[in-house]
């Protein structure tokens, strides 16, 4: 079962319906740091789908190009115009294309390089024990027991209280994933 928008409240009431029959749920749909991916695992969710995280490693397709310094690789969603546009692979049949209708559920752009994905998939295994561990939970299991019963809880922030807790007080900083 999968779930549109990766949207907290839905992956929490889809993954509590969906596990009474014992069927796994996917939290998709703009997944893009390793504190999402926590949060939908937190909240049910067996997995998170992570195209836009890993777009950008060699591993993806895609050209590379340099802009401005930077090098970056073309990124298209599996939603775009252009997958659909493709003429194989899933494109045209996820998105009912027989109808003769397109309705663009993603993006097309650029992402700057991550280098190979075997140096960040580890980077990713590690970003989820750490989140397991920042609450004390020694599974993936245990980790969604405590949103259920309360241990671990949410809480929202103010844009203000956001920024407070982000890097400031520098001229600049350089943040490295790996």
């Known amino acids: 079962m999968a779930v549109g928008r990766a949207q907290g409240a839905a992956v929490f009431n889809v993954s509590k319906y969906a596990s009474r029959f014992g069927v796994p749920v996917i939290a998709d749909g703009g997944v893009s740091s390793i504190g999402h991916v926590i949060k939908a695992l937190s909240l049910g969710a067996s997995c998170a789908m992570m195209g836009g995280l890993l777009a950008g490693t ?85 980790f969604q027991a405590y949103a259920l019963d309360g241990t671990l809880r949410f809480e929202r922030r103010s844009p203000a209280a956001q920024y407070e807790g982000g890097v400031h007080g520098l001229h600049s900083y350089e943040k490295r994933l790996f």
Do not use: C
């Open 58 to 142: 060699s591993e993806t397709p895609g050209e590379y190009f340099f802009h401005e310094g930077l090098r970056l690789k073309k990124y298209r969603g599996m939603g775009s115009l252009d997958a659909m546009e493709q003429k194989s692979g899933s494109g045209p049949e996820r998105y009912l294309m027989s109808v003769g209708i397109k309705v663009a559920q993603g993006v097309s752009g650029s992402v700057v390089d991550k280098g190979s994905i075997h140096k960040f998939v580890p980077y990713l295994i590690n970003g989820i024990r750490y989140g397991l561990q920042d609450v004390g939970a020694q599974s993936i299991e245990k």
